[in-house]
C-alpha cells in the first residue's frame, strides 16, 4: 500500500520538521494493511492509546473519527469518501484534516487541481502554527503566482469563518460537554473502575481500560483537549520554556562613592 509522503509527514511525525531527533514527540504508527478504523488493523493516533478507541470515544471525537474515516478512503484510493470525511473533521478543528484537503487540492486527488484553493486549506491547517503545516504554507506560497495568492486570500476569508479556529473549536467543544455528561464522571472521581470495551482493538480479547486514563481530562475538556493537541503537533506555545521565579528578595544598596 502505497501512500502520499504527505500523509507520512503528517501521521507518523508531527514534528518532524521543528526538532531533533531525540526530541521528537510522539508518533503514531500505521499497521499496513490500514483496515476501516472501527475494526481489524486501526491507524494510530499520536498521544492516544490503541484501546481507547472505542465506538463510545470516536463518538465524543467526531475531529477524530471523521480524520481517521478519511485516512481509510484515501488510503483505499475513494478520493470522494475521504474528502467528504475529511471536510467532516475540519469543521471540528482538526488541523491534519485540513491539511489533507489542501494536499488533494494542490495535487489534484480526486479533484481538480486548485493551487489557490489548496493554500487556502492550508493556511487554515497552519492557524495554530505547527510546524509541518507552516512550512507546506509557505512552500505552497512560494510556488504560486501573485494572481493565485490574491485569489487564494479572497477565497480563504469564507473558509476561515467556517472553519477556523473561532468557530470550530466551540462546536467541538459543546460536543465533548455533551458527551462527557453522558458517559464520564460527573465529579471527575473514577476510583478504580475499569472499563470493558465492546468496540476497538482490544474488543473481546479480555482487557480492560483504566477509567482513570479513559477519563484523563486531556481528552474531555476542550481547553485541555486543545492543549493537548497542541503538543502533541508541536505548536510554538508548547515549546515555551518555563522559568522559576523565587521570593523578592531586597538587593544590597551600593556603597556610596567618596
Known amino acids: 500500500m502505497k501512500f502520499s509522503a504527505f500523509v507520512l509527514l503528517v501521521s507518523l511525525s508531527p514534528a518532524?520538521?521543528?526538532a531533533p531527533p531525540a526530541d521528537l514527540p510522539h508518533k503514531a504508527e500505521w499497521q499496513a494493511p490500514v483496515e476501516?478504523?472501527?475494526?481489524?488493523?486501526?491507524v494510530g493516533e499520536p498521544g492516544i492509546s490503541p484501546e481507547l478507541m472505542t465506538e463510545g470515544f470516536l463518538s465524543a471525537h467526531p475531529d477524530l473519527r471523521w480524520r481517521r474515516e478519511g485516512l481509510h478512503a484515501y488510503a483505499n484510493k475513494r478520493y470522494d469518501q475521504a474528502m467528504q470525511h475529511f471536510l467532516r473533521a475540519a469543521r471540528y478543528a482538526d488541523k491534519p484534516a485540513q491539511a489533507m484537503i489542501a494536499e488533494m487540492y494542490w495535487k489534484g486527488i480526486g479533484v481538480p487541481r486548485d493551487r489557490a484553493l489548496g493554500y487556502a486549506w492550508m493556511d487554515l491547517a497552519a492557524e495554530r502554527f505547527y510546524s509541518?503545516?507552516?512550512i507546506k504554507r509557505e512552500q505552497y506560497w512560494g510556488a504560486i503566482s501573485e494572481t493565485e495568492q490574491r485569489d487564494a486570500i479572497e477565497r480563504g476569508q469564507p473558509l476561515l469563518a467556517e472553519y477556523g479556529d473561532d468557530v470550530a473549536k466551540p462546536r467541538?467543544?459543546?460536543?465533548?460537554?455533551k458527551e462527557r455528561a453522558v458517559t464520564g464522571s460527573r465529579v471527575g472521581f473514577v476510583g478504580n473502575l475499569e472499563i470493558i470495551p465492546f468496540t476497538g482493538p482490544n474488543a473481546g480479547s479480555g482487557m480492560t481500560i483504566r477509567a482513570d486514563?479513559?477519563?484523563a481530562p486531556k481528552y474531555w475538556r476542550a481547553d485541555k483537549y486543545f492543549e493537548w493537541q497542541d503538543q502533541v503537533w508541536d505548536a510554538p506555545a508548547a515549546r515555551k520554556g518555563r522559568v522559576n521565579v523565587g521570593d523578592i528578595e531586597q538587593a544590597d544598596k551600593p556603597a556610596k562613592q567618596e
Do not use: T
Open 132 to 134: 509541518n503545516f507552516v
Open 36 to 42: 476501516r478504523p472501527k475494526q481489524g488493523d486501526f
Open 172 to 177: 467541538m467543544a459543546k460536543i465533548l460537554r
Open 213 to 215: 486514563e479513559y477519563y
Open 16 to 18: 518532524l520538521a521543528a
